[in-house]
C-alpha cells in the first residue's frame, strides 16, 4: 500500500485586516526614442478589525507594516544604434513578520536606489552589448530584513539576433 503522513499541513484563516492605499503612474512618450515613468505608492498602517464569531482576531506580531511611501522615476533611451535607461526607487522603512518566528521578523531603513545601463547595437541590430548597473552609488540597502545587503552590482550583456 502507499503510506502517506499522518500530519499534514493545516492553514488557519485570521480575522479580518484591512489595508488602505492608492497607487499613482504615469507613462510618457517624449520621442520615438525617448520614454518616461513615475510611480508612488502611499500605504497606510494596516488596521486590525474585530473578527467574527467564528474567525480567531489577527495577531498583532503578525502584521507587517509597510513602507508608508515608495516612488520610481525612470528613463529609457533606444534608437537604431544606442539604448539606456536611468531610474530613481525609494522606499520607506519597513517592518517585516512574514518570515519564519518572530526571532526573524524585524524593520528594514528607508532607501534610495539608482540603476542605469548603457548599450551598443552592432552589427545592424544583430548584436547588442549593454553595461548594467544597479545600486550605481554603491548604498548599502536591505530590501527585505531577511534579505542580502545589496551593493553596486555591474553585469555585461552580449545579445545576440538570429
Do not use: C
Not at 550605481?136 to 545589496?150: L, P
Request: charged letters at 20%; hydrophobic letters at 40%.
Amino acid at each position: 500500500p502507499i503510506l502517506f503522513p499522518k500530519v499534514a499541513a493545516t492553514y488557519l484563516n485570521l480575522g479580518p485586516i484591512r489595508q488602505r492605499g492608492v497607487e499613482l503612474s504615469i507613462d510618457h512618450s517624449f520621442t520615438n526614442s525617448l520614454t518616461g515613468f513615475a510611480n508612488y505608492s502611499w500605504q497606510d498602517e494596516p488596521e486590525i478589525l474585530d473578527p467574527d464569531a467564528d474567525q480567531i482576531r489577527f495577531p498583532i506580531g503578525e502584521v507587517t507594516v509597510p513602507a508608508t511611501n515608495r516612488f520610481n522615476l525612470g528613463m529609457n533611451f533606444i534608437n537604431n544604434r544606442f539604448l539606456g535607461s536611468l531610474s530613481l526607487n525609494y522606499s520607506d522603512a519597513v517592518f517585516w513578520t512574514d518570515v519564519l518566528s518572530r526571532e526573524y521578523h524585524g524593520a528594514t531603513d528607508s532607501y534610495t536606489l539608482v540603476n542605469g545601463s548603457f548599450g551598443v547595437k552592432w552589427a545592424e541590430g544583430k548584436v547588442t552589448t549593454t553595461i548594467k548597473a544597479n545600486n550605481i552609488f554603491n548604498q548599502e540597502i536591505q530590501q527585505h530584513i531577511y534579505g542580502d545587503i545589496m551593493k553596486i552590482s555591474l553585469v555585461g550583456e552580449v545579445r545576440f539576433q538570429f
